[in-house]
């Protein structure tokens, strides 16, 4: 029986880096010699990234808060049962860029009553459960402005400052509560000082008897 992996996610508002600091993360871990399974959300799967097209649209954007919830646990659903659970249970770590906490952080300030949001949790993770969760934490004017020398602006980002705001109020909130899991790394460093931050942080609470070698 192989032994059950570990879970990693990368959170955050805009421009903060997840997708570069979630690719070198993976890179370092497979250095180690652990299998690793690189994903996102939303997406992640086949069917996860049709949801991720429709979502990420101006209609996507137009659903009210609550319907965008239970369509982001939908994707989110699929991609922990064909890709994540999977890959845990054959003993592969997997990086996630977002997961269950964008939920709670882009449409609970939107109205999304707390309870509907851990319910639709409770059924789209059920116990897979990230094991460890770097909340990348920057300015939202400074993010959003990364993100628009990369490319437009998605309905989402382009959403008023206040709402990003709101946003990185909630991710702070949930590392707050969840100081087992969060880690809060502060996303204005240069990416070389975040990745070296991220990495010390998986070489003390997860890495193990690994982190000598």
Same mark, same amino acid.
């Given at each position: 029986?192989?032994?059950?992996?570990?879970?990693?996610?990368?959170?955050?508002?805009?421009?903060? $880096?997840?997708?570069?600091?979630?690719?070198?993360?993976?890179?370092?871990? #497979?250095?180690?010699?652990?299998? @690793?399974?690189?994903?996102?959300? /939303?997406?992640?799967?086949?069917?996860?990234?049709?949801?991720?097209?429709?979502?990420?649209?101006?209609?996507?954007?137009?659903? %009210?808060?609550?319907?965008?919830?239970?369509?982001?646990?939908?994707?989110?659903?699929?991609?922990?049962?064909?890709?994540?659970?999977?890959?845990?249970?054959?003993?592969?770590?997997?990086?996630?860029?977002?997961?269950?906490?964008?939920?709670?952080?882009?449409? $609970?300030?939107?109205?999304?009553?707390?309870?509907?949001?851990?319910?639709?949790?409770? @059924?789209?993770?059920? /116990?897979?459960?990230?094991?460890?969760?770097?909340?990348?934490?920057? /300015?939202?004017?400074?993010?959003?402005?990364?993100?628009?020398?990369? =490319?437009?602006?998605?309905?989402?980002?382009?959403? =008023?400052?206040?709402?990003? =705001?709101?946003?990185?109020?909630?991710?702070?909130?949930?590392?707050?509560?969840? /100081?087992? #899991?969060?880690?809060?790394?502060?996303?204005?460093?240069?990416?070389?000082?975040?990745?070296? %931050?991220?990495?010390?942080?998986?070489?003390?609470?997860?890495?193990?008897?690994?982190?000598?070698?």
């Amino acid at each position: 029986m192989a032994v059950p992996g570990k879970f990693i996610t990368l959170e955050g508002g805009e421009g903060g $880096g997840k997708s570069t600091q979630a690719r070198a993360l993976a890179q370092s871990l #497979r250095m180690k010699g652990l299998e @690793v399974v690189l994903t996102r959300e /939303p997406g992640g799967s086949p069917w996860a990234e049709r949801m991720r097209k429709a979502l990420l649209t101006q209609e996507g954007r137009a659903l %009210a808060p609550v319907e965008q919830a239970i369509m982001f646990a939908a994707a989110r659903a699929d991609h922990v049962d064909t890709v994540i659970l999977p890959a845990l249970a054959e003993g592969r770590w997997v990086v996630c860029d977002r997961f269950a906490d964008s939920t709670e952080a882009y449409q $609970g300030p939107l109205g999304t009553p707390a309870e509907v949001l851990e319910l639709l949790k409770m @059924v789209a993770v059920g /116990p897979t459960r990230p094991d460890l969760t770097f909340v990348l934490d920057l /300015p939202p004017q400074v993010g959003l402005a990364r993100a628009a020398e990369r =490319e437009a602006l998605d309905p989402f980002e382009a959403d =008023e400052l206040a709402v990003h =705001e709101a946003r990185r109020a909630v991710f702070l909130d949930i590392a707050a509560r969840e /100081p087992h #899991r969060c880690v809060v790394v502060d996303a204005t460093a240069a990416p070389d000082e975040i990745g070296a %931050a991220i990495w010390s942080v998986v070489r003390e609470r997860l890495l193990g008897t690994l982190a000598a070698i």
